[in-house]
């Protein structure tokens, strides 16, 4: 119990750091609303991937502030699938806050992303993937 209101402590202090999911934040929505979401193929991992499969949320603020693509696809995976895949569920819930898709990334012979977050812990991320249609009978 301590360690996930540890985990959830964390969290806050992450997203309140970036500034990007305050709806009353008006430089917030200023960002959010330059990010380009279209998705699109690239043949390797972008500095955001990067820096979101290290869990560095003050460059993945920098680059909210930039603009970035956020659903850019490497044959590694996004920025969201890397991140929760390595462990990182407050940058994985900023990405999908901001508008990262959450199926690519994961595939289909592989665990899902309702997977990933469940087999981690992630409750609240499992809960925000249940809502958005995650397939509950992935195999």
């Given at each position: 119990?301590l ?7 964390i ?5 309140a ?11 917030s ?37 930039q ?16 991140a ?51 397939r509950?009978?992935?195999?």
């Open positions: 119990m360690y996930r209101i540890m985990i959830l402590f969290a806050g202090m992450l997203i750091s970036c500034g990007v999911i305050s709806g009353n934040n008006q430089e929505e200023t960002i959010l609303e330059r990010l380009d979401t279209k998705p699109i193929q690239v043949s390797g991992k972008t500095a955001m991937m990067i820096a979101a499969e290290q869990g560095d949320s003050r460059a993945l603020k920098n680059f909210f502030a603009g970035e693509r956020i659903n850019s696809i490497a044959p590694e995976g996004t920025a969201f699938s890397l929760l895949k390595n462990s990182h569920a407050a940058i994985s819930r900023i990405l999908l806050s901001a508008g990262s898709q959450w199926q690519p990334g994961f595939s289909e012979g592989d665990s899902s992303a309702l997977i990933v977050a469940a087999d981690q812990g992630f409750d609240g991320l499992v809960r925000t993937l249940i809502v958005r249609g995650a509950l009978d992935h195999v």
